[in-house]
């Protein structure tokens, strides 16, 4: 797997929903990886634990992982997020953000003109 960074609202949100370094690397290693909407979503259900668990992992299932161009963007809980992300488009149909272009002034003026 290639080196994973943590954006400042992923480091925000996982400080306010109580989810650990270490709780992060258990949901990305045993999650089911989803691929939508841009993204690679990691979702720890509980299919996915071995049998004979502890307490500790099993407070774990419902976790997602938000992964997008190498960055983790979030992490939230919610037991249903699988079918949530399921239902969501496969391929991003919007402008991506990273190509944006600033256009110049004398283009915008000439586009009004025309």
């Excluded at 258990?26 to 993204?39: E, F, S």
């Excluded at 099993?58 to 161009?69: A, F, M, P, S």
Aim: proline fraction near 2%; include cysteine; aromatic fraction near 8%.
């Amino acid at each position: 797997m290639n080196k994973l960074r943590m954006s400042a609202h992923a480091w925000k949100r996982l400080s306010q929903r109580n989810i650990t370094l270490s709780d992060l690397l258990i949901v990305i290693d045993r999650g089911q990886r989803i691929y939508r909407a841009h993204a690679c979503f990691y979702f720890l259900g509980l299919r996915n634990l071995p049998p004979g668990v502890d307490r500790e992992m099993e407070r774990l299932v419902g976790t997602t992982v938000v992964v997008e161009n190498n960055e983790i963007v979030t992490a939230y809980r919610n037991k249903h997020a699988a079918s949530k992300i399921k239902r969501k488009r496969k391929r991003y149909c919007g402008k991506a953000f990273t190509q944006r272009r600033a256009i110049s002034s004398s283009v915008r003026i000439a586009a009004a003109r025309a």
